[in-house]
């Protein structure tokens, strides 16, 4: 255990204690993510390559005998102690932050689990919140985790874990993301990105010996707000893009696509918009296939142009960027030493990932630092990440 999750511990037990005035509870992590490539690919069935970070969500939580929830975050007070019962989740309600954890015991009741007792859950994240890093799938995998863990449901995989918190995120809180997010957080492994092709759930690890490389996300501290319901709507244009081929060809997803079938078939949607969507969606999954591959090979340079052109598809192509994000990639690339850059996650603020040489990492910072901060009169916040392990008890 490193210091920063001893830390960590120590203070989701005290506050565990100051809310509920208890002790006994155990302590659990899960982390949150970030993705180097494959972005609004997951819900189109293609690939995404995202992996686990060090930082995340950690949750000190004690079974019940009654049927009582009892929720607390120290990164919200204001909400303080969320009081409800197991007999009381109603998908699509008018919760807080609590309607995360809210909507995976909800998804466990979907499938048959229902639970025997209630529970008390203090929380503490460490990620920054609204940074498109998924601090809430972070808190969906880590309240399944303490599920299994408290009620024994050790049938449960982790596999499984994701796909309960989507199916909570989908349903509980209609938010109507992919598999990525959880995914790479209930399946994350130290120094590994995770190739996962999201129609079949098909993984695989892809080691990050980035010798001399830095992973950097760059925070333009604009939260991404709206990213609930533009986000559905690109699901619905993709949706509606992928209708109008299947009136040609027989497929189930765009993801299927190569790049001569698209060239081919595109004729068959004609509304420009979701003609420009489904294209984004086609070319991304390429782009992610071959990014993986010039990993393997030890190309970083090609691996940072994808980067670049992905970024640029989901600039003026899926259109979930937004200037402060564009500012971040295209100053970015400005600079000697740095591979790539692109906005990561849902978009619409949130941060960017780049690759950048080490020693390059210090004129990076500066640089794209002074640039951002003349045009948008904003601080930007520099993090160094690392790929780390997925959740676990501590
Ligand atoms: C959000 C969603 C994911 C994925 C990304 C975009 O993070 O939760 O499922 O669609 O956006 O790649």
Redesign the pocket.
């Known amino acids: 255990m490193d210091n920063t999750e001893l830390e960590y511990k120590e203070k989701v037990l005290e506050a565990f204690k100051e809310a509920f005035g208890e002790e006994g509870a155990r302590v659990y992590f899960a982390p949150g993510r970030v ?1 180097l490539i ?6 189109n069935g293609g690939h ?1 390559f995202p992996c686990a970070l060090s930082i995340g969500t950690f949750a000190a939580a004690r079974k019940r005998d009654d049927r009582v929830l009892r929720f607390f975050s120290v990164n919200f007070p204001d909400s303080g102690i969320v009081e409800t019962s197991i007999d009381d989740l109603h998908p699509k309600g008018k919760d807080g932050w609590e309607a995360y954890p809210k909507g995976v015991i909800w998804a466990f009741k979907e499938r048959g689990m229902e639970l025997e007792s209630g529970f008390d859950m203090a929380v503490y994240g460490n990620i920054p919140n609204g940074s ?1 890093l ?1 601090s809430s ?1 972070s808190l969906e995998v880590l309240t399944g985790y303490i599920i299994r863990d408290l009620f024994g449901f050790d049938k449960v995989t982790n596999v499984d874990l994701a796909l309960i918190g989507q199916q909570g ?1 989908n349903q509980y809180n209609g ?1 109507n ?5 959880q995914f790479a957080s209930s399946m994350g492994k130290l120094d590994n990105a995770i190739f996962l092709d999201t129609a079949t759930l098909k993984y695989e690890y892809a080691p990050l010996g980035l010798k001399d490389i830095d992973i950097i996300v760059t925070n333009t501290n604009k939260k991404h707000e709206l ?1 609930g319901s533009a ?1 559905n709507d690109r699901r619905r244009e993709s949706e509606a893009a992928l209708k109008a081929i299947q009136s040609r060809m027989n497929i189930k997803a765009l993801g299927e696509l190569s790049a001569e079938e698209f060239e081919s078939v595109k004729g068959a949607i004609t509304d420009p918009v979701c003609l420009k969507r489904a294209k984004h969606a086609v070319y991304e999954n390429l782009r992610t296939i071959e990014a993986v591959n010039v990993l393997k090979s030890g190309n970083l340079v090609r691996f940072g142009e994808l980067m670049n052109e992905s970024h640029k598809s989901l600039q003026y192509d899926y259109e979930v960027s937004c200037r402060e994000l564009d500012i971040l990639a295209e100053e970015a690339w400005k600079i000697d030493g740095v591979l790539g850059s692109r906005m990561t ?3 619409f603020g949130g941060c960017t990932v780049s690759l950048v040489k080490s020693d390059s990492r210090a004129r990076f910072e500066e640089e794209v630092g002074r640039a951002y901060h003349e045009a948008t009169g904003m601080d930007c916040t520099f993090y160094i990440v690392s790929a780390g392990d997925g959740p676990r008890a501590i």
Request: charged share 15%; proline share 0%.
């Open positions: 993705n494959g972005e609004h690919t997951d819900y995404v498109g998924s799938a995120e938010m993301c992919g598999i990525m997010d990213v986000y996650g849902g978009g």
